[in-house]
């Protein structure tokens, strides 16, 4: 929602906004991360749960035709993908929902 709303919406703040919403925009990473390792004990810092976060919306923005860096405001990702080998659009498709 918030890369529809950076896309289509002209927000004029977008690091504003991040920084009001970016909790609930991160809220599902835990839960991620806890299926992924399958280990419900896991959790991550606030700067981790921020930087996935954003990686999750850039690949949202670059299926679009935009980037994070387009919003000039906004943070940049750290975040590293590591598919161990696999093909990142084979992996896309089988964690489809």
């Known amino acids: ?16 906004l991040w920084d009001a919403h970016w909790e609930s925009l991160s809220d599902d990473i835990e839960t991620m991360t806890h299926c992924k ?3 419900p004990t896991v959790t991550l810092l606030e700067d ?3 930087d996935r976060a954003l990686y999750e919306i850039d ?3 670059m299926r679009n035709g ?16 590591f598919v161990h ?11 489809y929902d």
Do not use: W
Request: one cysteine or more; proline letters at 4%.
């Open 59 to 61: 690949q949202v923005l």
């Open 1 to 16: 929602m918030f890369a529809f709303m950076l896309m289509f919406c002209g927000v004029t703040n977008p690091r504003q």
């Open 85 to 95: 080998g696999r093909n990142r659009l084979v992996q896309e498709e089988l964690a």
């Open 37 to 39: 390792r399958a280990d």
């Open 48 to 50: 981790a749960l921020k």
């Open 66 to 81: 935009h980037r994070l860096e387009d919003f000039l405001t906004l943070p940049k990702s750290n975040y590293i993908f």
